[in-house]
Nanobody, 115 residues
Framework: QVQLVESGGGLVQPGGSLRLSCAASGIRFSIYNMKWYRQGPGKQRDWVAT???????VYGDSVKGRFTISRDNAKSALYLQMSNLKPEDTAVYYC?????????WGQGTQVTATS
C-alpha cells in the first residue's frame, strides 16, 4: 500500500521559515519524480516545485528564491524548506509522487503565515 505522509506545517509569522517533510512508503521512492502542491482557501490546487528522480529541481515563480525542494532517497523522504513566508503562502501543502501513469498524493499539511 502506497502512503505519502506530510508533516511540519504550522503557524508562522510573515518572514518566518518552516520545513515540510513527506515520508513515502510502498513505492521505490528513488525512481519517482516528486512534487509539492498547495491549495489556499477558496483556490485551486497549484503546483509549487518539482524534484526529479535525477535530482533536478524546478520552482513556481511565486516561490522561486524562497523555497527549496530536496529529497533523501535513503530515507524515502521529500522536503520543502520555506523561507521568508508571506501571508499568500497560506495553504494546505501536498506532496505528490509520479512515475509514468502512476500518481499518488498525501493528505496534506496546513501552513498558515499570519501576524
Amino acid at each position: 500500500q502506497v502512503q505519502l505522509v506530510e508533516s511540519g506545517g504550522g503557524l508562522v509569522q510573515p518572514g518566518g521559515s518552516l520545513r515540510l517533510s513527506c515520508a513515502a512508503s510502498g513505492i521505490r521512492f528513488s525512481i519517482y519524480n516528486m512534487k509539492w502542491y498547495r491549495q489556499g482557501p477558496g483556490k485551486q490546487r497549484d503546483w509549487v516545485a518539482t524534484i526529479t528522480s535525477g535530482g533536478n529541481t524546478v520552482y513556481g515563480d511565486s516561490v522561486k528564491g524562497r523555497f527549496t525542494i530536496s529529497r533523501d532517497n535513503a530515507k524515502s523522504a521529500l522536503y520543502l524548506q520555506m523561507s521568508n513566508l508571506k501571508p499568500e503562502d497560506t495553504a494546505v501543502y501536498y506532496c505528490n509522487a509520479q512515475l509514468g501513469s502512476s500518481l499518488y498524493w498525501g493528505q496534506g499539511t496546513q501552513v498558515t503565515a499570519t501576524s
